[in-house]
């Protein structure tokens, strides 16, 4: 550099050329050695020394990828890889049109250029290249030497861009120019074998696509050729090798299975393990190698069952990875075919711990969901075919964690732990809706949500079917269920000797009761006990009209409508994000809150213009799908599945509060047209009709406490007269017990609750916001707590009315887990339930009541009464005190179940 002595620079490139050989690939110095080599080498060619300049690219490419995003000298690498590019845009200018060099000074810093596209993802380097190599091309005239290799890189660089942006007439265009480039190639093995290898590979992505069995078949004829041309001893013969390999794999994976195709796939594996031997175990490709026969060995081992495959697939992805340096960023590949290889162990023996690549009993559970997520992350970020199978594989693993948990509360804490699982329902919905397969979104979207009541809930499966085919497993069935439910309150002990021995006993009893559940599995009817059910499982809690799922995620907020027969219904809200719902929540949350200072008849404008928001671009556009699509008739039943911000939403009452364009009245607004109820998922709504075959002598409880113990809330004037006022409005053949005062505690309200039929609840309820399973009604002496109703079985039970603040709104933490105080009642076996979104003021509650319950038992048959009639009830009820109560008042009430 001093003395511009070109015989010191040639010393100087042969002695970089010694210290790289010291420093092999896997060296830490690899990466620099080759940097100084590659200076070094773009010393001569600025001192117009031509024959450098070939590998002075590939060098410094190579150093980039061995210091990849995160790494210390990352920026050394990239300064290089910038400077590289800057000297030789002096080097073109230096070479004006005309010059003799100028074609190869373009094609070089378009290929510098695409080097640092290929590094940052940068377009438009991209099509800088693409310019720069366009005219290269034209300063060549078919007589050029050199016209077939600017050729050649102008389609590498079309077909970089198509691989980026997935325009078709980019990778046309490549074709084009890679037929030239051989058309100008002469036979034999001098040039022409690169020639016929970059078509091939174009040819292959084409077919990809396209599914032109022609351009596979050609592709297959290329690669053969350039074969021949790269006979044993031929240094790139491997790579021909792996070329041929890969495009007959992809032609027997998209073949009918036949042993003609299977020879594509045999031979595939043979040219694999020759191109292996042709390389060494020191060639710098090698991992490509290993992890391509990887492959193709998972794909013959899912045809023929052989264990010996898939075994030796795992080996060479290991192998591959002990072949790259830690922080080479091919490893990814190797991880990636690691992985499908135990996929493919999934795929044929159906085990998750394949699935994950991590088989060995020291990863458990957590580690394994954390792997899941991955997965999922990748898999929509890349738009992975495997996404929806990831989703399934999380909910697969979190029902397996938290089945470990002996406790409900300890089941809540596992959970809580993966926080960036919290989405995971409605994500999963929200990819399988891209996808456009609305069965898979509902079967997703119910797999993730309420897997504490799921799990809980499946020690109480209904066995009448069971018993009349197998009572004794039915009986086992049972009685393992029922210990093993009784063992779920043992966690909660703060002695860990006498907590671990708990633990013990209940993993035992699960294995049992797994193992229960396999033999009922195995017979012939009973193929899907307990497992997540299917779309046309799901569908019958649609029998009585349809069931809409409203889905918020950050991919997109829209609906799916369940019919009670057919496809299921997508109504997108083109409207709405996931951001503008939660500010539409908050808002919500605001206007109620300020209407606590208003005068009972002043007008609630600020909920009202939130009401209409709610009308216009989310509830409108179900409802026309409803009638205009479904053609279903006024008042009828529908029901609401809410997700995620959703369910903190008072959906019933969107109201537009306009008046018609005729001025003739008012617009109608949702519960003029259907009458709604919500349903925390389609199997709580399913669970709660199976239960209504059972036939009892029906008891009516009004438990009311106006005078809580100590800490749990100031007095409630109203709450006796209520109770009195439900006394006189019931069927007089009915029953009726009064639980109020010193009467009404905390286990004189369970047993009502166990032994009664219809339960009204007039009390202070309060939602936990830390602990949700320890939100509760207030009792003379202590709480009653939503775990507390969760253990208290009620097999009788049909209808609750739970005239307290807060009893319908879910954890603020996980709000598709839907744990709230109606849903508690829910799950113990109450088949319909009215709840509160919010506070509720007590001395306007009367109205409320008065109207339901008049409703309610109007026109009875027999005198029994029908749990079914309380949507109906509920909606009449809103409408028929609208003089007398505010809009927030009318609306916190909410109907959930049958």
Known sequence: MTRKGVSHLNNAVKHFQLILACCPVGHPDHAAALTNLAWARLEGYIRQHHQHINNVSSLFREALALRPQGHPDHALSLYSSNEG???????????????????????????????????????????????????????????????????????????????????????????????????????????????????????????????????????ISLHREALMLRPSGNSSRY?????????????????????????????????????????????????????????????????????????????????????????????????????????????????????????????????????ARNWVTAAEEHSHTSALEAYNTCFDLLDSHLATRSSTISRREAAAAFRNTRSLPVDAASCAICLDNLRRAIELVERGRGQQWSLTSRLRSPLEDLESTNPILAHKFSELSKRLSDAQGSAASTDRAAADRAAIKYRKLTKQWDAAVAQIRDLPAFSRFLLPPSYAELQVAACHGPVIILIASECSCSAIIVPTSGEPRHVPFPRITLADLEQLKDDFAMAIRHTVCMHPREPREKLRRRLRVLWDDIMLPIVNVLQDDLKLQRQSRIWLCPTAAFTSIPLHAANPFRSKADRSGPEECLEDIFVCSYTPTLSALIRSRQKMETCVTQTFTAIGQGEPGAGQGEVLPAVNSELKLVQKLI????????????????????????????????????????????????????????????????????????????????????????????????FSGFKSVVGTLWGVNDALAKHFVKA???????????????????????????????????????????????
Request: overall charge negative.
């Open 85 to 219: 590019i800057h000297l030789r845009r002096n080097v073109l200018e230096l070479c004006p049109p005309g010059h003799q060099y100028r074609p190869g000074a373009l094609d070089n810093l378009a290929r510098a250029v695409w080097v640092r596209f290929d590094q940052h993802g940068s377009i438009d380097d991209l099509e800088e290249s693409i310019q720069l190599r366009r005219e290269a091309v034209s300063l060549c005239p078919e007589e050029h030497s050199s016209r077939g290799t600017y050729l050649n890189n102008l389609a590498f660089s079309l077909k970089s861009r198509f691989d980026h942006q997935d325009k078709f007439h980019d990778l046309d265009e490549a074709i084009t120019l890679y037929e030239e480039a051989l058309r100008l190639c002469p036979v034999g093995p001098e040039s022409r074998d690169l020639s016929l290898s970059n078509l091939g590979g174009a040819l292959l992505i084409r077919f990809n696509k396209r599914g032109d069995i022609d351009d596979i078949t050609r592709a």
């Open 852 to 898: 339901f319950y008049e409703k309610m038992f109007e026109d009875l048959e027999d005198g029994v009464m029908d749990c079914t009639k309380a949507a109906h009830a509920v909606n009449y009820a809103r409408d028929s005190v609208k003089t007398k109560v505010p809009l927030e008042q009318r609306i916190v009430f909410v109907h959930i179940g049958v």
């Open 731 to 826: 069927p007089p053949n009915v029953k009726f017990t009064n639980l109020s005062k010193d009467d009404a505690t905390q286990a004189s309200a369970l047993d009502a609750l166990r032994h009664n039929t219809w339960v009204h609840l007039a009390c202070h309820g309060k939602q936990d916001l830390e602990q949700p399973y320890n939100s509760s009604f207030a009792m003379r002496d202590t709480p009653l707590t939503l775990l507390d109703i969760m253990e208290n079985n009620s097999p009788q039970a049909e209808f609750a009315f739970l005239s307290a603040c807060h009893t319908a709104v879910g954890d603020e933490e996980t709000p598709d887990e839907a744990v709230h105080l109606a849903a508690g009642l829910q």
């Open 239 to 371: 790579t021909t090798l792996n070329n041929l390999a890969v495009t007959l794999k992809t032609r027997f994976e998209n073949s009918h299975v036949s042993e003609e195709s299977a020879e594509d796939l045999n031979e595939a594996i043979d040219l694999y393990r020759e191109s292996l031997r042709l390389q060494g175990h020191d060639h710098p490709d090698l991992h490509k190698t290993l992890f391509n026969l990887s492959s193709a060995l998972c794909t013959r081992f899912t045809r023929t069952r052989r264990n010996e495959d898939v075994k030796e697939a795992i080996d060479l992805c290991e192998e591959s990875l002990l072949a790259l340096p830690s922080l080479h960023p091919y490893r990814y590949f190797s991880y990636m075919r690691l992985q499908e290889a135990y996929l493919s162990c999934y795929r044929v023996h159906n085990n998750p711990v394949d699935l994950l690549a991590s088989g060995h009993p020291t990863y458990g559970f957590p580690h394994r969901i954390v792997t």
